[in-house]
C-alpha cells in the first residue's frame, strides 16, 4: 500500500464553520506534512509531524489547527477561515522525520479542495 | 535559502527527449535537489533526487552540475502522459521548498 488517502475530495464550507481535513497513510512513515496549494502555484509548506510531534510550522494563522493523533493520521482543523483561504490541501508523509539526512521521497495524496463561502 | 528558478512552460515532441532546466545558485552545500511532477487534478509525484551525482531511475535522469548551482531534468522519451508541471525542489528533506514550476506540454 502505497497511498496516502486524503477525506473529503472537495469541501465548502462558510466563514463561521468549523471542519476538519483527513489524512491516512499505512505505509510505516514516521513523518506527515501539510502543504495548501492555491492554482496555478506551486505547494507551500504548511506544518511537518516528526514522529508524531510538531517540527515545522511555517508561520501559520492559528486558524488552521494541525493534529496527528497516531503514526498514520493527520488532521487538519478548520476554524473562522477565510475566503482567500480557498485552496487545495495535500497532505504527504515520508519514511523519516526532517533534517538533511534524510533523503526520501514524500508520498503526496491527491489533495483536498477547499472553498470557503 | 533553497530557492530554485526554472522556465515557466516548454513544449516538446513525442518520443523525443525533453531537458527540464533548474537554477539553484543558493543551495546549500547538504540539500538534494529534488524533482516532482504534478499531474492535473493530482497531487505532484516524486521523479528523481540527487546531490552531486548524475543519477538515473526509471522515470528520468538528474544531471547536476559540478558547481551545483543547476541542474537537468532529462526525460529520455517524452509521451503524452509526461505532459503536467514539473517543480525543481530545494532545502532539506521534511522542509521542501517547490520552486515555480515548468509546465510541460507534448505534441504527438
Known amino acids: 500500500d502505497t497511498e496516502v488517502t486524503q477525506t473529503p475530495k472537495h469541501l465548502v464550507m462558510g466563514m463561521t464553520n468549523k471542519k476538519s481535513l483527513k489524512c491516512e497513510q499505512h505505509m510505516g512513515h514516521r513523518a506527515m506534512y501539510w502543504y495548501k496549494q492555491k492554482a496555478k502555484k506551486p505547494p507551500e509548506l504548511m506544518f511537518v509531524y516528526s514522529y508524531e510531534k510538531l517540527s515545522i510550522n511555517e508561520s501559520v494563522p492559528s486558524r488552521f489547527s494541525p493534529e496527528c493523533p497516531n503514526s498514520s493520521l493527520l488532521n487538519l482543523h478548520l476554524h473562522a477561515l477565510q475566503p482567500e483561504d480557498s485552496a487545495l490541501y495535500l497532505c504527504a508523509s515520508s519514511q523519516e522525520g526532517t533534517g538533511a539526512a534524510n533523503t526520501g521521497e514524500l508520498f503526496f495524496g491527491e489533495g483536498s479542495r477547499l472553498t470557503v463561502l | 535559502d533553497a530557492k530554485t528558478t526554472q522556465p515557466n512552460s516548454m513544449e516538446s515532441n513525442e518520443e523525443e527527449p525533453v531537458h527540464l532546466p533548474c537554477n539553484h545558485s543558493t543551495i546549500s552545500g547538504t540539500d538534494y535537489i529534488h524533482w516532482y511532477r504534478q499531474l492535473p487534478s493530482q497531487g505532484p509525484e516524486y521523479v528523481i533526487h540527487?546531490?552531486?551525482s548524475n543519477v538515473n531511475n526509471r522515470m528520468a535522469s538528474l544531471a547536476i552540475a559540478e558547481d551545483r548551482k543547476s541542474s537537468t531534468l532529462i526525460l529520455h522519451r517524452a509521451t503524452l502522459r509526461d505532459a503536467a508541471v514539473y517543480y525543481c525542489v530545494g532545502g532539506s528533506q521534511g522542509n521542501l521548498i517547490f520552486g515555480k514550476g515548468t509546465k510541460l506540454s507534448v505534441k504527438p
Open positions: 540527487g546531490l552531486t
